[in-house]
């Protein structure tokens, strides 16, 4: 499959970008920071580069081991992985977070308080299905891509050819399948998700 080049970005910390780049997850729960557009978290597009992000890192809040932490603002970008989103899903103020935490990095302590954080404003599950490039690509670090926010404009579209899905497509299917179970009960249905309209890239 041939795939075009990509300049949008999504920070993360980089513990959950190890999470999606080992195929232990494919899961995301994003509030946004204070420097979002129109000052909240807006998914508006599908596919993006994963770039750790520096920014408000707590051991406290993984529940994998604290060396996963990053701590030394980097002088250029490795983008050896990218990101097609496959669901966005606004979850409702009373969502139970116990088994959602189990999918991700974070504890289930964390994501409330992130929740509870501007309460007005959703916690957003991203399903993600993750590729990964034969060679990392390396940019120099912009001052543009420092802040609290979740989007990133690179100085210049980057090359995804040659890539290849981190999980099959059985496997990412089963991982969402478990997901989906937990969704269900909550009170979603996949015939009835609260979706955004994503815009191809």
Not at 96 to 112: C, D, I, K, N, R
Request: aromatic share 8%.
């Amino acid at each position: 499959m041939s795939f075009p080049p990509l300049d949008r970005a999504l920070k993360e910390w980089p513990a959950a970008i190890a999470a999606l780049a080992s195929g232990q997850s494919i899961l995301l729960l994003r509030k946004g920071g204070i420097h979002e557009t129109q000052g909240q978290f807006q998914p508006a597009i599908t596919s993006v580069w994963l770039l750790p992000s520096f920014e408000h890192q707590q051991p406290a809040a993984l529940r994998v081991p604290a060396n996963a932490i990053a701590h030394e603002q980097p002088t250029q970008v490795d983008l050896s992985l990218w990101a097609e989103i496959s669901q966005a899903i606004a979850l409702p103020t009373d969502f139970p977070l116990a088994e959602l935490s189990h999918q991700t990095v974070w504890s289930e302590e964390f994501l409330e308080q992130r929740r509870q954080w501007k309460p007005e404003r959703p916690l957003w599950l991203l399903a993600l299905r993750t590729y990964r490039v034969p060679e990392s690509r390396s940019l120099p670090w912009q001052a543009s891509y420092r802040g609290c926010r979740s989007w990133i404009t690179l100085v210049e579209p980057v090359s995804r050819q040659g890539s290849e899905p981190v999980l099959s497509d059985r496997a990412f299917q089963d991982q969402w399948q478990a997901i989906a179970e937990i969704l269900q009960p909550g009170g979603l249905t996949l015939d009835g998700l609260s979706t955004t309209a994503l815009t191809s890239n």
